[in-house]
């Protein structure tokens, strides 16, 4: 079983950027690859990025690439996303998901067995 939260999350204007964190519990944070989704009003929840459980292989959705980092620090079982240039429509709630498939991770939500709350991310001038 892992635990997950989210912080981080606020309102920035656009072409800001904020930097989230999730804090996992437990002492296997190191055996799950660890993914970002989020989910806006009205829309489906969807993929942003995902790391490994070393960190050797990230994958990003095509709308954030170039413009958010995806980071784990295992020794502190948190995994961070570090997002840069924002634009109104990364407006969403954040969430931070734990994976068993942690060699390849996959990119579906079906593919992470546990979930943080999320937090809201907020783009607006």
């Known amino acids: 079983q892992v635990q997950l939260e989210e912080s981080g999350g606020g309102l920035v204007q656009p072409g800001g950027s904020l930097r989230l964190s999730c804090a996992a519990s437990?002492?296997?944070?190191?055996?799950?690859?660890m993914g970002w989704f989020r989910q806006a009003p009205g829309k489906e929840r969807e993929f942003v990025a995902t790391?490994?459980?070393?960190?050797?292989?990230?994958y990003y959705a095509d709308s954030v690439k170039g413009r958010f980092t995806i980071s784990r620090d295992n020794a502190k079982n948190t995994v961070f996303l570090q997002m840069n240039r924002l634009k109104p429509e990364d407006t969403a709630v954040y969430y931070c998901?734990?994976?068993?498939?942690?060699?390849?991770?996959?990119?579906?939500?079906?593919?992470?067995?546990?979930w943080g709350q999320g937090t809201q991310v907020t783009v607006s001038s």
């Open positions: 998901a734990a994976s068993r498939l942690y060699v390849v991770p996959g990119s579906k939500a079906a593919d992470y067995a546990y």
């Open positions: 437990g002492r296997t944070f190191s055996s799950y690859a």
């Open positions: 790391i490994n459980w070393n960190g050797g292989i990230t």
